[in-house]
C-alpha cells in the first residue's frame, strides 16, 4: 500500500486561497487513482475531488466545482488540492486517498479507497 502524508491546511479568512499537498511514498504512485475527502465535526466524510492515474480525468463535488482544483505530479509522488475563494463552509479535515482500481465513479466513495492520509485542518472564518 502506498503512505499518504498531507499538508498546507490553515486557517484563512472567507475569499482566500489555500493549496493542499499529499505526498505518496512508493515506487508505484502513478498507478493509483487519487482523491481528496472532507470531514467537519460531527459530519461524515464527504467527497471533494478524485483524479485518476494518468490526470487526464478528474471529479469534483458540485459544492467546491468551479473554486477547487486538483492535479497530480508523477514525478513526484504529489497530488495537489488548489482551493479558492473559500467559505467557511468548507471548513473541515481534509483526506487524501489512493485506490488501485479502475477509473469511475464509485471514486466518489470513502469506503471505495484503500490508503489514507491523516488529514489536514482547514479553517475558514468569516
Known amino acids: 500500500q502506498v503512505q499518504l502524508v498531507e499538508s498546507g491546511g490553515g486557517l484563512v479568512q472567507a475569499g482566500a486561497s489555500l493549496r493542499l499537498s499529499c505526498a505518496a511514498s512508493g515506487r508505484t504512485f502513478s498507478s493509483y487513482n487519487m482523491g481528496w475527502f472532507r470531514q467537519a465535526p460531527g459530519k461524515e466524510r464527504d467527497f471533494v475531488a478524485a483524479i485518476s492515474w494518468s490526470g487526464r480525468n478528474t471529479y469534483y463535488a458540485d459544492s467546491v466545482k468551479g473554486r477547487f482544483t486538483i492535479s497530480r505530479d508523477n514525478a513526484k509522488n504529489t497530488v495537489h488540492l488548489q482551493m479558492n475563494s473559500l467559505k467557511p463552509e468548507d471548513t473541515a479535515v481534509y483526506y487524501c486517498?489512493?485506490?488501485?482500481?479502475?477509473?469511475?465513479?464509485?471514486?466518489?466513495?470513502?469506503?471505495?479507497?484503500?490508503?489514507w492520509g491523516q488529514g489536514t485542518l482547514v479553517t475558514v472564518s468569516s
Open positions: 486517498a489512493a485506490d488501485r482500481g479502475g477509473w469511475g465513479l464509485h471514486l466518489t466513495v470513502a469506503g471505495n479507497f484503500g490508503s
